[in-house]
């Protein structure tokens, strides 16, 4: 079965400079998660999409934007990079979200970002 | 939504029954009981969820007290593979799922 698709798998960064993760959810769902994990941490929500709104919003900076795409994919573009948003991120996806029930997420295997 | 309690980390032979327990005494009755798991550095991974009667899938049982304020979830086999972070999570039905401090089990052969 497809699943949550993440790319790159790897970035290197520099201090100063943006990256952009993208995130391609499994075909038919509707809503996408992103979270962030530090190193020895618990994921972190960031922010959440239904139907290209954003419907959920955590501890995401103001360096970071996201969006939901028209064809479901999102991305998440970070400015500004500082050596602390080196993480792994993860995407999550689910059918049903907004209002409706929405049984569980499903996980990516995530991007590395490494900010030098 | 309601926070969770879990033990920080746990042992089990391999082949033998893993019981994580959890603890959510301010939980609401509309709020659902959900466990993930996180194989290192994996994406989590959904285990199972319920309201208030038992639940079984082919991951897992999950045994949840008639108040509703403690769970226990149930790998009945044990294996290897099976080490993780578990996480217990209180959550409405439609919100974002919060991670807190899960439970880290090691399966030992």
């Known amino acids: 079965a497809a699943g949550v698709i993440q790319s790159p798998r790897h970035l290197i960064k520099e201090k100063r400079e943006t990256a952009t993760l993208k995130c391609y959810p499994i075909p038919r769902h509707d809503t996408v998660y992103w979270y962030q994990q530090g190193p020895g941490q618990d994921p972190q929500f960031l922010i959440s999409f239904y139907e290209k709104m954003q419907s959920d919003k955590g501890s995401i900076p103001d360096r970071f934007s996201a969006q939901q795409f028209s064809d479901y994919h999102s991305e998440l573009n970070m400015s500004s990079l500082e050596l602390g948003d080196s993480a792994l991120y993860f995407c999550a996806s689910s059918l049903g979200a907004g209002g409706g029930p929405v049984e569980k997420l499903f996980f990516g295997s995530g991007t590395q970002l490494s900010v030098l | 939504d309601a926070k969770t309690t879990q033990p920080t980390s746990m042992d089990c032979a391999e082949g033998r029954a893993a019981n994580l327990p959890c603890n959510h005494s301010?939980?609401?009755?509309?709020?659902?009981v959900y466990w993930y798991r996180q194989i290192h550095s994996q994406g989590p991974q959904y285990i199972i969820h319920g309201l208030k009667n038992n639940e079984t899938n082919e991951m897992a049982s999950l045994i949840i007290t008639e108040d509703r304020k403690s769970s226990t979830l149930i790998l009945p086999h044990a294996t290897l593979r099976d080490t993780a972070v578990y996480y217990c999570?209180?959550?409405?039905?439609?919100?974002?799922?919060?991670f807190g401090a899960g439970t880290i089990l090691r399966v030992k052969s």
């Open positions: 999570i209180v959550r409405l039905y439609g919100n974002k799922l919060v």
């Open positions: 301010t939980i609401s009755g509309n709020e659902y």
